[in-house]
């Protein structure tokens, strides 16, 4: 039974109105990046010639190059540390038996109501004590260790059959490669899953960046638009939307590039 | 720690791609494949090695040089003239020093970071703070006055022009502060719009009722479809206040005993908040409502949508090639003040630089010599024209007078002329006291409800009254 | 109804994989689990303390040491950034409910952060349902389209919004010219938290999008045939079939959601200045304002914690909530 001639073009209509609305400000920023400082701050949504211009002094002149830098940086590296630690945790949960593995359980699950923006001063001392602030360090370890990551693979080991541990014991393989060489290659579909939620947790991040880093050589580019933007360093908007257009790329690709593999891994998780 | 950390990140990756197996399997192919994936990381972390975590051979000097580290809180072209012109500069005529300027954020950061970071090895050396934050400086008790380290005498008030230091001093009459970069408001007008308004360029108004006048004019005159831009920013207020010769805070600004009373209901207070609702209400101010916007002024100024604005004299140089561009020329006038009150000046706006106590005395010593230097009629000179700051120093503001340079760039004379017409009294010296930065946003309290909900200014400023004095008391009662 | 129920069994073990950590099911296989491990487990212990070291480690330091010192933080009066320090007990969580502004801004923070949740919630489940339709093309177009504001961080989405409400150059305002309305965005509180809302929703319905899409490619198709054979009408199909089926995700991303409205509202909040009189400063701004420029670390430390015991109590009442609705169970 297919729906209706009416009711396929009706839900045209409002898929398309939604639409319209949720790229207007995209295609708007995209327009005003074009533009001249003086056809930047008038109503006009022409199209000029500015936007290589725009992008230039956007990430030469006002740094946001380096900040982009940074940002891919720190992001790959906690998507990368993330990955990593919550492979190995869920490993030790699902194929070890020790003493206290409740304990230690609840105390990973219990950091899932724990957003780090809610001890922001304190994590701050703490860190600047290390003396981390201005530093990546300061922006990648405190991120480093995962709950949901650690739940997610804990989750996707918890199906795959049993037999394949005593397989690999009977074999005389250890731990640390069955992890490498049986946990991993079955898991990437589920890697790319979480990396797509880590990529877009870090870029979005703005809390924690913009006070543990205010040193533009390690600034982080959505911290540094927003400064560039109230430190009265710039009346040109069409620099700020050339700058905020450039930032969108790295997350696109990453879409494009694991969006099938993070549809897959729901898929996977829904094939038992 | 921080060295440490990249080498333990680089061992648990390692480990995890290719630890030991604890059954004894021998290793293969597959450990060659873990050491690949995790090396790249950390050359790409060398690569990016933070440039602010550096020893004196990384910035060009000695291993056993001092090392004066430095914070401020300037960005954009400052920011490379100070690191690039003023520290690489001296660390590379001066044998054994090198000095590190880092851009540590806003004013407000800077202050938070170098108290926070004081008693360890992270405090920097010298910090730069903003005026508000002065009495902050002084009780947190990490700094350690100028007049006090500086033997030789050598940075002394009566060589800074008076409306400079007289901020800066304190109750001994030494500095306690090195006066840095200075500024305080001034009026932008741009002059092709005034003649074709009807109105003398030459003579801009200068009260507030002829502000309102010329606004009429130039409103009528269809000259510009907006009149006058500044900053929704409490600096403004106090400057109008200052202006009238009234103080903001009690016990002579604070001057003369610690404040614990801040006067913003008073006479010249409710005054300057009329003319702002008023201003606002006739539609003669175009601002965009959000608060401390710095780019608003501007960037209606750079439009042709205003013919007037209130700003910082170190935005003079952004103003006038704004202007430029639009093939209209930039001219310059006083603060405006009440119609029937007499000018006393402006307070000085801006940083100084501050010495932590806790270090060698060798580095406070090299510390104390680059803060001389900074100060010395030639750097003084050089940061002025660069930047549009002050000259702080009187034998620089002479020098440049002689060279003929205010001549070439009147509108940074009217600046200079404008500090030099100050009257120094405790209203001009400006308030030192607790919770300023605090204070700054609830006097902007008053101000919206002022302007965005006609609220009676006597009103919202009594109320604001009650809260400002309320958080004094307290940082007060805390600190004694 | 009891019939369909049972067939959603089928998928008991397909509870989106991320809500696996704090949904009951995600606990339940938690314990079966380790008795099963008992069989067939590595007898290195000592691997297994390495494996989880890095991860306990971390999340010791960076997150229960600053949990606990925020709690000794909301005892103290704090001056000069932590130089100077004061008990005072409970002095600073009387002041949140007893200071006017301090008590305005937790309401505020409430209404704000429920329409958020509720909005982004119930219209990325809404454009999902449009999208999974059956006979409807285009549907990978639509979603890259629509999931495109989520490639923008949440601050730099406030700067869009800011340039787009701005009132002398922005574009809402040319749009609505022509109809005599010139709304001053940014000088009226309730227009200015109109516009956060807006902003907020825009940047954060993809990403619920992208998860209740992948939710509906899990569903189980037998059941959804079951149903139209029985000539069920959309509405009823949406909504005592797949609405039932899909909440385990509605669950997942209602925990996420509240997160954000809570804590990632703060990057809109910075770029709008909190204002006009403070009706964009949610809690979380106020925090920072307080533990950074004010200086009042102790009073922020008692809001962090107030803010977090509101985020931790709402978390557990949806899950709660959700072990009884959650129809698998």
């Not at chain 1, 037999?163 to 589920?190: H, M, T």
């Not at chain 3, 079966?32 to 494996?51: D, E, I, M, V």
Request: hydrophobic share 45%; charged share 20%; glycine share 8%.
């Amino acid at each position: 039974m297919r729906p209706s001639r009416g009711a396929v073009v009706g839900t045209h209509v409002v898929l398309s109105i939604a639409t319209f609305l949720f790229l207007a400000p995209i295609l708007y920023a995209l327009a005003k990046s074009t533009q001249d400082l003086g056809t930047s701050v008038s109503t006009s949504l022409s199209i000029g010639d500015q936007f290589a211009i725009n992008a230039r002094a956007a990430m030469d002149r006002f740094g946001l190059g380096r900040m982009m830098v940074n940002t891919v940086f720190v992001t790959a590296m906690v998507t990368l540390g993330k990955t990593v630690l919550s492979l190995a945790a869920a490993t030790a949960f699902v194929y070890f038996r020790f003493p206290m593995q409740g304990v230690a359980f609840a105390l990973v699950l219990f950091t899932l109501m724990m957003p780090t923006e809610a001890l922001i001063r304190a994590l701050y001392d703490l860190v600047g004590s290390l003396g981390m602030l201005n530093s990546y360090e300061g922006l990648i370890l405190p991120f480093m260790a995962s709950a949901t990551g650690t739940f997610l693979f804990r989750q996707h080991f918890l199906r795959i059959p049993r037999d394949l541990v005593e397989a690999a014991q009977v074999d005389g393989v250890g731990p640390f490669r069955f992890l490498r060489s049986f946990l991993v290659p079955l898991s990437w579909n589920i890697i790319g899953a979480s990396a797509v939620i880590d990529v877009v947790y870090m870029w979005n991040m703005y809390l924690w960046p913009r006070w543990a880093v205010t040193d533009p050589d390690v600034m982080m580019v959505q911290v540094g638009l927003v400064r560039l933007l109230s430190e009265q360093q710039v009346n040109h908007y069409g620099i700020i939307m050339a700058g905020a257009v450039i930032t969108m790329i790295p997350p696109l690709l990453v879409f494009m590039l694991l969006q099938e593999r993070f549809t897959r891994g729901f898929a996977l998780s829904g094939d038992k | 720690m921080r060295r440490v950390f990249w080498s333990l990140l680089a061992v648990a990756l390692l480990a995890t791609a290719c630890g030991d197996d604890g059954g004894g399997e021998p290793t293969d192919v597959m450990d060659d494949d873990g050491d690949e994936q995790a090396e790249p990381e950390e050359d790409e972390a060398d690569d990016l090695e933070d440039p602010d975590d550096v020893d004196a051979e990384e910035l060009g000097g000695d291993p056993d040089d001092i090392v004066i580290t430095f914070w401020h809180g300037l960005g954009g072209d400052d920011e490379v003239f100070i690191e690039e012109e003023l520290a690489q500069a001296y660390s590379d005529q001066t044998d054994g020093v090198v000095v590190n300027a880092q851009n540590r954020g806003t004013y407000e950061e800077v202050l938070d970071q170098s108290i926070t970071a004081a008693g360890t090895d992270q405090a920097p050396h010298i910090a730069q703070l903003y005026e508000i934050g002065t009495q902050i400086a002084r009780d947190s008790g990490i700094f350690a006055p100028i007049h006090e380290l500086d033997e030789e005498g050598a940075i002394d008030a009566d060589n800074y022009i008076d409306a400079v230091s007289s901020y800066y001093t304190d109750e001994t009459g030494g500095l306690y502060s090195a006066p840095f970069n200075s500024s305080n408001p001034i009026m932008m007008i741009n002059r092709d719009m005034f003649e074709e308004a009807g109105l003398d360029p030459d003579d801009p108004p200068q009260r507030f009722g002829e502000i309102m006048d010329a606004c009429e004019q130039i409103l009528d005159s269809g000259a510009s479809e907006g009149c006058y831009g500044m900053p929704i920013h409490s600096w403004f207020f106090e400057q109008m206040v200052a202006n009238q010769g009234a103080v903001l805070a009690s016990n002579d600004n604070g001057r003369d005993g610690r404040a614990d009373e801040v006067y913003l209901d008073s006479d010249e207070a409710v005054a300057v908040m009329e003319w702002w609702q008023e201003m606002d209400a006739e539609g003669y101010w175009t601002n965009s409502g959000a608060r401390e916007d710095w780019d608003d002024p501007r960037t209606l100024m750079a439009d042709g949508q205003i013919a007037m604005a209130v700003d910082s004299t170190a935005s003079v140089r952004a103003y006038q090639d704004s202007v430029a561009e639009l093939g209209n020329e930039l001219g310059t006038a006083f603060l405006p003040i009440p119609d029937d009150a007499e000018r006393n000046g402006t307070i000085i706006g801006g940083a100084s630089l501050y010495v932590l106590e806790d270090h060698e005395d060798e580095e406070i010593a090299a510390a104390m010599e680059f803060i001389n230097w900074l100060s010395e009629p030639e750097q003084d000179m050089e940061w002025h024209r660069a930047t549009g700051y002050f000259p702080v120093r009187t034998e620089s503001r002479e020098q440049l007078e002689d060279e003929g340079w205010f001549e070439e760039n009147p509108n940074f004379g009217t600046a200079v002329e404008q500090l030099e017409q100050t009257e120094v009294s405790p209203a001009t010296q400006g308030a030192v006291m607790g919770q300023f930065p605090q204070i700054r946003s609830i006097v902007l309290d008053a101000a919206e409800a002022a302007m965005f909900e006609g609220q009676d200014p006597a009103d919202a400023l009594s109320a604001s009254k009650q809260d400002a004095d309320s958080v004094l008391q307290e940082y007060n009662a805390d600190v004694e | 109804m009891s019939q369909l129920t049972e067939k959603g069994e089928a998928t008991e073990a397909s509870p989106p994989p991320t809500s696996g950590a704090g949904s009951p099911g995600g606990e339940g296989a938690g314990r079966k689990a380790f008795a099963q491990t008992h069989a067939a487990s590595f007898p290195q212990r000592r691997a297994a303390l390495w494996l989880l070291l890095p991860t306990i480690v971390i999340l010791s330091l960076f997150l229960y040491y600053p949990m606990l010192r925020t709690f000794w933080l909301s005892l103290l009066s704090v001056r000069f950034y932590g130089q100077q320090r004061r008990f005072v007990g409970l002095e600073n969580f009387q002041r949140i409910f007893t200071d006017p502004s301090s008590y305005d801004a937790v309401v505020r923070t409430a209404v704000i952060s429920t329409i958020v949740i509720v909005a982004t919630i119930g219209i990325a489940l809404f454009l999902a349902a449009l999208l999974n339709q059956r006979g409807i093309s285009g549907g990978r177009v639509y979603r890259l389209l629509l999931i495109w504001p989520l490639a923008l961080s949440t601050a730099i989405s406030g700067i869009v919004f800011l340039t787009l409400f701005n009132p002398n150059f922005g574009m809402v305002n040319a749009v609505l010219a022509p109809f005599g309305i010139q709304p001053e965005w940014f000088r009226d509180r309730t227009l200015a938290q109109v516009v956060m809302v807006l902003t907020l929703i825009w940047n954060r319905v993809g990403f619920n999008l992208v998860f209740y899409t992948a939710a509906y490619q899990s569903l189980p198709s037998e059941t959804l045939e079951a149903a139209l054979v029985d000539g069920a009408t959309p509405w009823q199909r949406f909504w005592h079939i797949t609405f039932p089926l899909l909440s385990p995700m509605t669950l997942f991303l209602l925990v996420t959601s509240t997160v954000f409205a809570f804590f990632d509202a703060y990057a809109v909040a910075e770029v709008f200045g909190g204002g006009p009189l403070n009706a964009t400063s949610i809690l979380i701004y106020e925090i920072t304002e307080n533990a950074f420029r004010d200086d009042r670390i102790g009073l922020a430390a008692a809001q962090s914690l107030l803010l977090f015991l509101a985020v931790a109590f709402i978390t557990i009442v949806q899950l709660r909530q959700g072990r009884k609705r959650v129809t698998y169970q």
